[in-house]
Structure formats: C-alpha cells, structure tokens
C-alpha cells in the first residue's frame, strides 16, 4: 500500500509540467495520480503526447501513462499542481478548488486576488492563513495557493531578509532572463542566438506588484501590499536556464554593504523549522568573487532551490547594490510550488 499522498499534475506535458514530473516521481511525500493537459493530448500516452526535454529517465518513467482531461472529473486528487497557462488556469483551477483539491499554481491568473496566498515559503509562510477568508468568500472546500512568476521569487528571496531587518524603501531591478522562462518552443533561435531582447510582455508589471504582495502584511481583508518604489527592467538573454538580476535598493538607516552581507550571509528563511524535504539548507548562497555568481556556475546548487547573491557593493544612488540567480523553471516554478504544498502540509493548511 502507497502511504503517500496523490497528486495530479495539470499542463503535465508542457516545460514546467515535466520538471514537476520529474521531482514528484522521487518526493517522499507524494506521489502522481494523474498527469492532465489539454484535451488535444487527452486519451495519449505522456509519450505520445509530448517529447520529454529533460536529463534523468524519460518521462519520469511514465512513459505509457494516459493523460486526462484538465478537470475534476478526471483527474481530481487532494493535492493539484497547476503548470497550465494562465487562460485555462483561469477557468480550470476553481474547478479543482470548487470541488475540494488544494491546489497549487504557477500560473498568474490568480496570484494578485488579496484572498489567494502567493507564497515563497522561506519569506512568507503565515500568508499561507489567507485560505481560511479564500474558503469564506468563495465557499471552496478546497483551495487555491499560488507562487510567483520566476523572476519575482528569485528576488524577494534575497530582499526579504534586507525587508526584515532594515525595511526596503526603494528598488530597482535589471533582469537577464534565460530562455526557458518564456516555454517551449519559445523564442526563435533566430532572434535570440547572440542577441539580446529588452522586452518580456507583462513581465515587469508582475515583479513590481508581486513583490509587494509577498513582502506585505496580512489584513483582514487579505494580503496588503507593502509600501515601497519598485522599477523593474526585464531582458531575454541566450541563456538556457538561470534569471540573473541585478539590483538596487534604498534601505532605512542606509547600512552598509558589510550591514547587508552579514543580514544576508546569516538568514535561514521563515520556513526552516518544518524541514521541508525541497527546501535547501541554505536558501541564500552568498559569493564574494567578483565574477560569480554565474547561470553556468550555480544554478543547479540544491537541485536549482538555492538562492545566489553576489557583488554586494555600494549604490551611489539607491546605497545598496547586487546580484542575484535563480533557477528559474524549478526554484521559480516546479520546486517553488511543490516546496508550498510542503509547507501547507507541515502548517496543517490542507484540506483533509
Ligand atoms: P507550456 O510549456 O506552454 O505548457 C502549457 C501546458 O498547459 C501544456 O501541458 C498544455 O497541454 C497545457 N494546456 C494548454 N491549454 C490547455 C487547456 N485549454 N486545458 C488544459 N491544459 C492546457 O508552458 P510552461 O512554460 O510550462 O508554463 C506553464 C505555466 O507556468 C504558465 O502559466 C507560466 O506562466 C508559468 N510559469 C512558467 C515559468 C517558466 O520558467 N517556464 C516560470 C514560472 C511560471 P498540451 O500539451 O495538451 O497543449
């Protein structure tokens, strides 16, 4: 008998939905029920309905697996990872959450609802108490948790502890974003080979706003937003897997970038006391060569759940400056949002 808990992955076949397949398969405390997608692969087998793009097995070993349609009906489990599209999350997800699964997305459609969690369980964990209004006003018996776009969690991971400490009072963020974020295909190789694209369509709204949220108090009416400046700058860049961002804050009480490394070098995160079996051990990694860190370098550290922070520095003009990286499709998508059903479960936040 399998004493762990089934899971559905919806959007199993996409670029996100592998990598969730390809943890979930060896989770020690899930396993997968079903693998769902749209209804043009609905009746295949995984490896008929898509090609698997990732090192390790093929298909997480599901191979002659049947997806299922995207809803309840077919694929209904207590727990629900959510890797669809934000237009079918829209529709899909209160489905799943209607008819009793917490669920947990990638997608945007909900993240800015003040009564939907956006979570990174290292910065936010009691956010994670909105589900009990979630349930009120929309008379759920399920749920519905969100992460954050990837770029967004890869820097609130490093100014949450800077928030903490000091308070962010401004920001502004430059971005060289791989190219995985953007799906597959994504974008042509013609126009990414050795260039550089400065626009990702809505990209810069979301970092701007989502970082608020994550870094806000909660009301009685659900998530505030926190109060600072936020300016974000996004770029496309020829790299496979890896955000880079760097980043300029105005912090109070203006420290110094001894004050900050030192703030930064000793955080463990919010989430530390449950052990959660995908969280690093160190969720911030801090370098002090000039030169790191690098996508090429680091981005795989911790199975791509770390955190690297590097060129801490003054900022003549915000005070403080540095460089952050992530991965950007699992710290930034799968393994943050498995990393939250994690925690739901160690805080007792699941429906039963
Ligand atoms: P993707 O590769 O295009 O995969 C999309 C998935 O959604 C496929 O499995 C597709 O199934 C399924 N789908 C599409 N329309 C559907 C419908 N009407 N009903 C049910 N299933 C449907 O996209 P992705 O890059 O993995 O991104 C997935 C989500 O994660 C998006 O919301 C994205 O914004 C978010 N996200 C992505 C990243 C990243 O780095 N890539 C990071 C953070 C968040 P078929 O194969 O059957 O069409």
Not at 107 to 135: G, T, Y
């Amino acid at each position: 008998m399998n004493a762990t808990i089934p899971v559905t992955v919806l959007g199993a076949t996409g670029t996100v939905g592998q990598r969730f397949v390809r943890r979930l398969v060896r989770h020690p405390l899930f396993h997968i029920e079903h693998l769902a997608a749209s209804e043009r692969s609905a009746g295949k087998t995984y490896a008929e309905a898509c090609e698997w793009r990732l090192g390790g097995e093929a298909y997480g070993g599901l191979a002659s697996k049947r997806l299922v349609a995207a809803d309840p009906a077919h694929a209904m489990a207590p727990i629900v990872f959510s890797a669809l599209d934000s237009g079918p999350a829209r529709e899909i997800e209160p489905q799943f959450a209607a008819a009793g699964a917490n669920l947990f997305s990638n997608a945007s459609a909900f993240r800015m609802e003040p009564d939907v969690p956006l979570l990174v369980p290292e910065v936010n964990p009691s956010h994670l108490d909105i589900l009990r209004l979630q349930r009120e006003r929309r008379g759920y018996t399920g749920s519905i948790s969100t992460n954050p776009n990837c770029t967004t969690t890869i820097l609130v991971m490093a100014l949450a502890p800077l928030h903490t400490r000091f308070g962010v009072e401004a920001l502004v963020m430059s971005s060289l974003q791989a190219v995985s974020g953007a799906g597959y295909p994504g974008v042509p190789s013609l126009d990414i080979l050795g260039n550089v694209i400065p626009h990702i369509a809505g990209e810069e709204e979301k970092v701007e706003v989502e970082s608020k949220k994550l870094l806000g108090r909660l009301g009685v009416q659900g998530a505030e937003l926190a109060d600072f400046a936020a300016s974000a700058a996004c770029h496309r860049v020829p790299v496979l897997e890896g955000h880079t961002l760097a980043v300029s804050v105005r912090l109070c009480g203006a420290p110094s970038p001894a004050d900050v490394r030192e703030t930064l070098a000793q955080w463990r995160g919010l989430a530390r006391e449950w052990e959660l079996a995908s969280a690093p051990k160190k969720p911030l990694v801090l370098h002090d060569a000039p030169n790191r860190p690098q996508p090429r370098l680091d981005v795989d550290d911790a199975e791509g759940m770390a955190v690297h922070v590097g060129r801490i520095r003054a900022c003549p003009l915000l005070g403080i400056k540095f460089a952050v990286l992530g991965h950007n499709t699992e710290r930034g998508a799968a393994g943050g949002s498995i990393l939250n059903a994690e925690l739901a479960l160690a805080r007792g936040s699941l429906q039963r």
